[in-house]
Each structure stands twice: as C-alpha cells, then as structure tokens.
Nanobody, 113 residues
Framework: QVQLVESGGGLVQAGGSLRLSCAASRIDVSLTTMAWFRQAPGNQRVLVAAVTSGGHTTYADSVKGRFTVSRDNAKNTLFLQMNNLKPEDTAVYYC???????WGQGTQVTVSS
C-alpha cells in the first residue's frame, strides 16, 4: 500500500520559514508527478506546487518566489521549502501523488501575524 507521510508543519511568525517533508513508500517519487496541496478552514483544497518526473515545477501564483518544491530521489522524499510565510498561508498541507490519487494525512501550518 502506498503511503505518504508529511512532517515539518508548525507555528511560525509572519516572515519566517518552514520546510515540509513527505516520505513516500511503495512509490518512486522520481517517476511520477508529486504535488503539495493545502486546505484552509472553510476553503477547498488547492494546489500549491508540483514537480513532474522530468523535474518541471509548477506553483500557485500566491506562493511563487516564496515556496520551492523539490525531491530527494535517494531518500524517496518530497519537500516544500516555504519562506517569507504570510498569515494567509495558514492551512493543512497535504502531499499527493495525483496520478495514483494518493494523499498523506496532512500537516498543519499556522502563520501568526
């Protein structure tokens, strides 16, 4: 069974940074598109960033220039480096393999003003 386990969330002040990790099992993160989504209370889950097997990256306009998606193929882990965090970045962040419709359990990110 494919598993995606996120970690790295927490509480941070505006302007701070966090690095989310997503450890994958029974799936090779280098061979498929991997993505980060987020869901704020009362809102739909939305795409934050994605990276294809070829290394092409995509970002939501709201995070461009602040967030960076990457992966460590040797560790089979996906990352999301989040810099200059804003209160509107507060949400539960989910790691996903869209092609397999697989999701992690989510990790809470809270940015205080």
């Amino acid at each position: 069974q494919v598993q995606l386990v996120e970690s790295g969330g927490g509480l941070v002040q505006a302007g701070g940074s966090l690095r989310l990790s997503c450890a994958a099992s029974r799936i090779d993160v280098s061979l498929t598109t991997m993505a980060w989504f987020r869901q704020a209370p009362g809102n739909q889950r939305v795409l934050v960033a994605a990276v294809t097997s070829g290394g092409h990256t995509t970002y939501a306009d709201s995070v461009k220039g602040r967030f960076t998606v990457s992966r460590d193929n040797a560790k089979n882990t996906l990352f999301l480096q989040m810099n200059n965090l804003k209160p509107e970045d507060t949400a539960v962040y989910y790691c996903s393999s869209p092609a397999l419709n697989m999701w992690g359990q989510g990790t809470q990110v809270t940015v205080s003003s």
